[in-house]
């Protein structure tokens, strides 16, 4: 009967299998497939709780959550657009995959790699909603909520020792919030320096990896494994604090810089200079700013009737780029009627002085800059004599206690006068007052025409004028170079109307803040809005920074 068994065994497995396969064929063939009718459509009140639940994941954010903006019109853009984006993007993850494939070329006995295929497909991106943050910073905050069921077709081939093997991605799906900002915000298209892209959280990745035709994440325990991978690398990465910065602009292109020093100027003498005025003498000034800089230009006394006058006064520039900037000095002779006639002029780039070094100039003056600095100019114009200190500041802002604690502990007498002098040249700084914008600033008419001013030790500034609106934006910055720190110091920003028309003299006060600016000389930075006073709902917001050199 053993024997026999297996025969039986071995005759019904040979006629069962092409028996069923054309049984299989004729069904496949011949039958007819039954159309499912679509439930009817009913209100979302008339459903139950626990389909609701089911819908729940698919519904968009922007129905969830009211503080998330619909973005049909980009969704429809991005449709429209995406067919170049495709081939825009294909090309650089081509280009920046060829230098990845060439360090596993000779390893494993790897051949080459090359796409043979790279298509992202014909589906694009979906925003299912956007959330923008309105923060103190020169930036902008948005975090989009997007989902891509995409049909991508990427083939990879490996050749590996002769053999063509071929991987191909399918069936992608990306699901994930990502924060994205915008920033610093700059006046030079396209309007900011840089992207940064972080994660909100760990994002949903399945695709379908084929290789050889078969489907390797069918395999039991290897899906799973995978995804957890590709989430817990990724989120290593960009999870937030995690970023992704990416540059638009370059350091050098933005036309916005920052302060980066202070550049000391003492004029001390000038001797032998022109004789201008008709009794044989003149009335000499001299006139000094740096290149690139809009801040007017500063000015020495007027020495009357004297062609070697002696100034010894003391200036201080604020220098932006001491590798660029350059130092302009022109000698004026001063004329109560008329325009004042030029003695001679002379220029230092910044360059040539050492940071923090002490450097004396004794300049020929001549008559402008076209001259060549090679051949002597034949009418002599006189010398200028002056010294020039350029002192960077610190990359950090510095507790001035304990900047005074450590001056005390090195301070010696033999030394006192010099160091004196490095006191004086540690403790001086920059205070810069960056009046953003305002808020609800309401006057008695109905419109308000509002500007600030900044009022700090007798000095005042003032921001342009706006018409015809209560939430004013001015982004404009203000500087004032002090010998010490502002310790014990107050601020006063005043926020003003100003009548147009036959009422062009009228003015109106909107509110005023006084800020102290112990804070700003011990933390270097304060970023705050702050309620005015005498003023409903006003709010202005301002930015206040202590450099130190």
Known sequence: ???????????????????????????????????????????????????????????PLWMKNPDYERVDW??????????????????????????????????????????????????????????????????????????????????????????RIKVQLVDLQIFGIMRVALKPLLPTFPCFGT??????????????????????????????????????????????????????????????????????????RARNLLKKDLLGTSDPYVKLSLTGEKLPAKKTTIKKRNLNPEWNEHFKLIVKDPTSQVLQLEVFDWDKVGGHDRLGMQMIPLKKINPGEKKLFNLDLIKNSNIVMDVPEKKQRGKLELDLRYVPFRDESMKYRNDIHQDEQHQSRDEKSSEDDDEFLSNAGLLSVAIQSAKDVEGKKKYTNPYALVLFRGEKKRTKMLRKTRDPRWNEEFQFTLEEPPLKDSIRVEVMSKGTGLQFRSKEELGHVDINLDDVVVNGRINQKYHLINSRNGVIHIEIRWTTS
């Open 1 to 59: 009967m053993g024997f026999l068994g297996s025969v039986l065994g071995i005759l019904g497995f040979a006629i069962g299998i092409p028996i069923g396969l054309i049984a299989g064929f004729f069904v496949f063939i011949y039958s007819q497939p039954s159309h499912e009718e679509y439930p009817p459509a009913r209100p979302l009140v008339e459903t139950s709780i626990t389909l609701l639940l089911d819908l729940l994941p698919d519904i």
């Open 195 to 268: 992207v940064v892209v972080s994660l909100m959280e760990k994002p949903h990745v399945d695709f379908g990896l084929k290789v050889l035709g078969g489907d390797l994440m069918s395999i039991p325990g290897l899906y799973r494994y995978v995804q957890e991978t590709i989430k817990r690398q990724v989120s290593s990465m960009y999870h937030w604090p995690q970023v992704l910065e990416i540059p638009i602009l370059d350091a050098s292109t933005a036309s916005v810089k920052k302060p980066v020093g202070l550049l000391h100027v003492n004029i001390i």
């Open 74 to 163: 980009f969704n429809r853009f991005l449709s429209y657009m995406w067919p170049y984006l495709d081939k825009a993007i294909c090309e650089i993850i081509r280009s920046s995959a060829q230098p990845i494939f060439a360090d596993y070329i000779g390893t494993f006995c790897i051949e080459s790699i090359e796409f043979e295929k790279l298509s992202l497909g014909s589906l694009p991106p979906t925003v299912h909603g956007i959330k923008f943050y309105e923060t103190n910073e020169k930036e902008l905050l948005f975090e989009p909520s997007i989902k891509w069921a995409g049909n991508p077709n990427i083939v990879l081939v490996i050749k590996l020792m002769s053999l």
